[in-house]
């Protein structure tokens, strides 16, 4: 599906936990996320420290989206 | 105990003509014409073509009812043990022909049917399932060589010997599986196929892998601050209840869910359909896959322009490529008109 998307022109961050997966079928703007279950969560947290990690998560896909890449390229810093 | 075989061929190959003919209604003819004499004499007197069946491509393709039931009541009249359509080679109206022929004949009559065609032939995808089809080269040139092919298949399939994989067999590979117990077990064939990977030999796979094209990166949002940005997802999230049903796996559909005025996820309003991974989480919390909450805070702060009204969501759990291309190729249209431009897409 994020191929389709950016075939029409719109950039797409794929937020996804199993990397591998998303660079194998093709993504060009790769955000890696938490785990399956909850890419932007973790509900061994405390509520706000969980919603602020999902900001954090956030913020990092929308970085990716203002940042132009020439190929694959996986935002993990 | 000779074969009785009806052959069906179009008009070019009944002899009667060429483009200018292919509007000739069906027509049968004692005997074999054309290719048909070269079947007979590969079955070396096991089988006798006792008819031929004519009939013009466009025709056939323009009259797609008629014609069918037509050329089957002609076949049935000759009470064959074995129908040959064709080869068709790369003809892709000949192929639509020989295919829909065999396919009615294996139904309605229940005797054995084989056909030839060049595998990018638009009859190979639409009638594999159907018929076997025996690979061909991709013009007449090929006859030569696709008529023994055919002949020496078709005669397993008369004498109901086993029929095996298409490499051995020569059709054009089906997409189907059939179990069957190897003689050496899966962990040793993977490690010994390992192994030969290892030092770089030669190995084939035992299931090809699909091939993922490339998309270009398209470029950048100039300034997030200012940008309508969509969610979408595979996570499978969706208003409680799943109002539209998507299924937990193998999703035949997507759902397109109006946020206006939502600023929260909550078990209340939502929840998660795919049945792949736990959904405990996404069910106490659905923002935990589709972030809207943080999203509107961001959009309050002027941290993006606007989030999108509509997300797009569907369930990823064995749903095959072709349909969540066919997908998102759908909604990717509705994101340009609504001038969306920008999209998180989180996968589960």
Same mark, same amino acid.
């Given at each position: 599906?994020? &191929? ?8 797409? @961050? ?12 093709? @993504? ?22 969980? &919603? ?24 993990? &810093? | 105990? =000779? ?18 003919? #292919? ?17 007979? #004499? #590969? ?32 076949i049935e009249k000759y ?6 359509a064709g080869p068709a080679?790369?003809?892709?109206? $000949?192929?639509?022909?020989?295919? =829909?022929? +065999? ?18 032939? /638009? ?8 018929? $076997? ?23 397993? %399939? ?12 020569? $059709?054009? /590979? ?14 040793? *064939? ?8 290892? $030092? ?24 997030? =601050? *200012? ?11 969706? /208003? ?10 193998? #999703? ?43 999203? *509107? ?13 509509? +997300? ?22 509705? %994101? ?8 998180? %897409?989180?996968?589960?």
């Amino acid at each position: 599906m994020v &191929k389709e998307i950016e075939r029409v022109g719109i950039p797409v @961050a794929h937020c996804c936990t199993i990397v591998p997966i998303s660079l194998t079928v093709g @993504a060009n703007r790769i955000v890696p996320t938490v785990a399956i279950p909850h890419p932007f969560g973790n509900p061994e947290l405390p509520a706000e420290e969980e &919603k602020a990690l999902r900001k954090r998560l956030v913020v990092k896909a929308l970085k990716a989206l203002e940042t132009e890449v020439d190929g694959q390229t996986v935002f993990d &810093k | 105990m =000779t074969v009785r075989i009806v052959h069906y061929i179009n008009q070019f190959f009944g002899q009667i003509g060429g483009e200018e003919k #292919a509007d000739i209604v069906p027509k049968v003819k004692e005997g074999p014409v054309g290719p048909g004499t070269a079947i007979a #004499a #590969a079955f070396k007197g096991q089988g006798e073509v006792v008819a031929t069946v004519i009939c013009g491509d466009g025709y056939f393709n323009e009259n797609l009812a008629a014609a069918t039931d037509e050329v089957i009541g002609m076949i049935e009249k000759y009470n064959p043990d074995l129908v040959i359509a064709g080869p068709a080679f790369n003809a892709g109206r $000949y192929g639509v022909a020989c295919g =829909t022929v +065999c396919k009615e004949v294996a139904e309605r009559l229940g005797i054995p049917v084989v056909t030839g065609m060049y595998p990018e032939n /638009p009859g190979v995808e639409m009638f594999t399932k159907y018929t $076997y089809i025996i690979e061909t080269g991709d013009s007449a040139a090929a006859m030569r060589k696709a008529i023994p092919d055919i002949v020496k298949f078709a005669k397993k %399939l008369v004498n109901k010997e086993p029929i095996g994989g298409p490499e051995e067999e020569g $059709y054009i /590979p089906r997409g189907l599986r059939r179990n069957y117990f190897a003689k050496v077990r899966g962990s040793q *064939r993977a490690v010994d196929m390992l192994v030969k990977k290892l $030092y770089e030999e030669d190995f084939v796979t035992e299931y090809p892998m699909p091939s993922f094209d490339r998309v270009e990166p398209p470029k950048a949002v100039v300034d997030i =601050t *200012r940008a309508t940005v969509a969610l979408v997802t595979s996570g499978g999230i969706v /208003p409680k209840n799943n109002p539209d049903h998507i299924e937990a796996s193998s #999703a035949s559909k997507f759902g397109k869910y109006d946020i206006e005025g939502v600023y929260d996820l909550t078990p209340e309003n939502f929840e998660t359909a795919h049945g792949g991974y736990d959904p405990v989480y996404a069910n106490k919390d659905a923002d935990r896959v589709l972030p809207v909450d943080v999203l *509107r805070d961001l959009e309050k702060e002027g941290k993006i322009g606007k989030l999108h009204r509509y +997300c797009y969501s569907t369930v990823g759990n064995g749903t095959s490529v072709s349909n969540a291309k066919a997908f998102a190729e759908k909604f990717a249209q509705e %994101l340009v008109k609504d001038g969306v431009q920008a999209v998180i %897409l989180t996968s589960t």
